[in-house]
């Protein structure tokens, strides 16, 4: 069965740098998000994007965020200065069509992001 | 005042028993899914609802619209049951996470 994948699986980065989590959605997918899970607490939204553009966005998702579909097949995360408080659990995710029912919501198995 | 409220937070029961965790929203949906997270973190989705019932092996889930409630029952526990479930609800182009059940099923 086709999957979501994450790489790396674990990203250790120093306060300020800039990284870039991987995803690799289904390939049919149009629908593609990115969650995170700060340990201990409830899994939370950060963006959704189709057709090549932001389509929602929370407000966590602010100017440090971005995201980018760059080749049709990768789907990136970028922070451009991290903070302490963005160490937690990416999670990539994609549908082909959120609102039915036989589509449902794919999750890769997560980048642990430690700002140190 | 969460979005999305779960309940209970934690819950043990024993091989065999019948499982309900229920799940309260206070937003207009489009549809609602219930999750499964297991110890290492990864997220599988179990069902996704607008309405009605849907049944997969020994998980039950439903879903009363106009109440703002959904439940998803566990018949026949089994230790590999063992996780977090978590409700999570369709608005616009987002999901909002309930807290989570975290469930422990001992033989």
């Known amino acids: 069965e086709p999957e979501v994948t994450q790489t790396p699986s674990h990203q250790v980065t120093q306060m300020g740098q800039e990284v870039i989590l991987r995803c690799v959605p289904i390939?049919?997918?149009?629908?593609f998000y990115w969650y995170r899970q700060i340990l201990g607490q409830k899994v939370e939204f950060l963006v959704s994007f189709y057709n090549n553009e932001i389509s929602e966005k929370s407000e966590i998702f602010d100017d440090q965020f971005s995201v980018e579909r760059p080749d049709g097949s990768n789907f990136t995360l970028k922070i451009r200065s991290t903070k302490l408080e963005d160490s937690a659990m990416y999670f990539c995710a994609s549908t082909w069509a959120p609102w039915q029912g036989s589509s449902p919501l794919h999750f890769g198995n997560g980048t642990r992001l430690t700002v140190t | 005042k969460n979005e999305v409220e779960q309940s209970p937070q934690n819950l043990t029961a024993q091989e065999g028993e019948f499982i309900t965790i229920n799940c309260s929203y206070s937003?207009?949906?489009?549809?609602l899914h219930w999750l499964q997270q297991h110890p290492g973190g990864g997220i599988v989705s179990l069902f996704m609802l607008s309405s009605g019932k849907k049944k997969h092996g020994r998980l039950i889930a439903t879903i009363n619209i106009q109440e703002k409630h959904s439940s998803l029952h566990i018949t026949a526990s089994h230790p590999r049951d063992s996780a977090v479930y978590i409700c999570a609800v369709i608005v616009t182009d987002k999901l909002i996470f309930g807290t989570g059940t975290r469930l422990q099923v001992f033989p």
């Open positions: 390939s049919n997918h149009l629908y």
């Open positions: 937003v207009g949906i489009s549809a």
